[in-house]
């Protein structure tokens, strides 16, 4: 496994080495988004407002990236093929194997990554679309290899108050516990990391606070689309009209036994806020739905990071 300084040197842009020893730039595909953060901040939003470009395709969580590529590319493309169409998330991504298998026999030569990255843009060529991207908060803690396998990759890391995500994440399934300190601990891990990994990045790189983009979502969304290289477009900011349908290829998850752990008219629920307007009373529900004592616990084990952020303790 590479060390974090040994991948940090392939974040800049690749190059070829031709006849002669020289060295030239090799050329990079166009710009890919991944929006990583700790989960209930905001990612499903940042996912859909971007996916509402005429231009950019995101999927449902992914999840399998990190996994995938730690395959090796001995692995071969039957390999991933059968890896991505047993994972767990595969049903939400509305692909059939048959058009994985399609897209995998085209990629000449096979690396893993080249066949991650023909899964995409099958996907978005599916939807009219030329630009594919990513939003899995979890990658929050894999930036480092995402970026060593994708010179493309570009990083739009969504901020909340970690009190507000607490409140959103505690009554879900997947929640890491329902205490304020497991809560505030899982916040802190994923933007810990993520920021930094970020900090190597550079400009692949950029923090959007949820808290800004619900005040301002035309100045927040330009600033992702500065990122991917793109215009901007009207129709991100009107991307509940068609989140619903998207939301839906989400379907029932259950567990390696077969038992359901959420249904797909929950999993609807759960993100039934991402389908509306924006709301900017969203910010700040810690102060009404939070006891004095679950602040307390929170800051106790996370107010230091709140403070960095300039979030008020």
């Known amino acids: 496994m590479r060390s974090f300084g040994s991948i940090r040197a392939l974040f800049g842009r690749p190059t070829l080495r031709r006849a002669g020893g020289d060295r030239s730039p090799a050329a990079v595909p166009p710009p890919a988004v991944f929006v990583v953060?700790?989960?209930?901040?905001?990612?499903?939003?940042?996912?859909?407002?971007?996916?509402?470009?005429?231009?950019?395709?995101?999927p449902h969580e992914t999840s399998f990236v990190p996994r995938a590529l730690a395959l090796g590319?001995?692995?071969?493309?039957?390999?991933?093929?059968?890896?991505?169409t047993e994972f767990p998330t595969w049903p939400d991504l509305a692909?059939?194997?048959?058009?994985?298998r399609e897209a995998l026999a085209r990629v000449e030569p096979f690396t893993l990554a080249d066949g991650l990255r023909a899964f995409y843009l099958r996907?978005?060529?599916?939807?009219?679309?030329?630009?594919?991207?990513?939003?899995?908060p979890s990658y929050a803690l894999h930036l480092p290899a995402i970026a060593a396998a994708f010179p493309e990759a570009r990083f739009v890391h969504v901020l909340?108050?970690?009190?507000?995500?607490?409140?959103?994440?505690?009554?879900?399934?997947?929640?890491?516990?329902?205490?304020?300190?497991?809560?505030?601990?899982?916040?802190?891990?994923?933007?810990?990391?993520?920021?930094?990994?970020g900090a190597e990045l550079g400009p692949r790189y950029l923090e959007l606070r949820y808290e800004d983009l619900l005040l301002d979502p035309r100045a927040e969304l330009s600033?992702?689309?500065?990122?991917?290289?793109?215009?901007f477009a009207p129709e991100m900011l009107r991307y509940f009209e068609g989140a619903t349908a998207r939301l839906r290829e989400g379907q029932?998850?259950?567990?390696?036994?077969?038992?359901?752990?959420?249904?797909q008219e929950q999993r609807l629920r759960n993100q039934e806020l991402a389908q509306r307007p924006l709301d900017p009373a969203r910010v700040g529900r810690w102060r009404a739905e939070l006891s004095a004592e679950e602040v307390a616990e929170f800051t106790s084990a996370a107010g230091g990071l709140l403070a960095s952020l300039g979030y008020s303790t």
């Not at 590319?73 to 991505?84: K, N, Q």
């Open 223 to 231: 600033r992702a689309t500065n990122l991917l290289e793109l215009p």
């Open 252 to 263: 029932a998850r259950h567990d390696a036994a077969g038992r359901l752990l959420v249904s």
């Open 95 to 100: 692909t059939s194997e048959e058009e994985l």
């Open 123 to 136: 996907y978005a060529a599916a939807r009219g679309k030329t630009r594919w991207g990513d939003k899995t």
């Open 160 to 197: 909340r108050d970690g009190r507000d995500v607490a409140v959103s994440l505690r009554p879900l399934w997947f929640a890491p516990g329902q205490d304020m300190t497991s809560l505030a601990r899982e916040w802190s891990r994923h933007v810990v990391a993520a920021r930094a990994a």
């Open 37 to 58: 953060g700790a989960p209930r901040s905001g990612t499903t939003l940042v996912r859909l407002m971007l996916d509402s470009h005429p231009q950019v395709a995101i």
């Open 73 to 84: 590319d001995d692995a071969g493309r039957e390999a991933l093929a059968r890896f991505l």
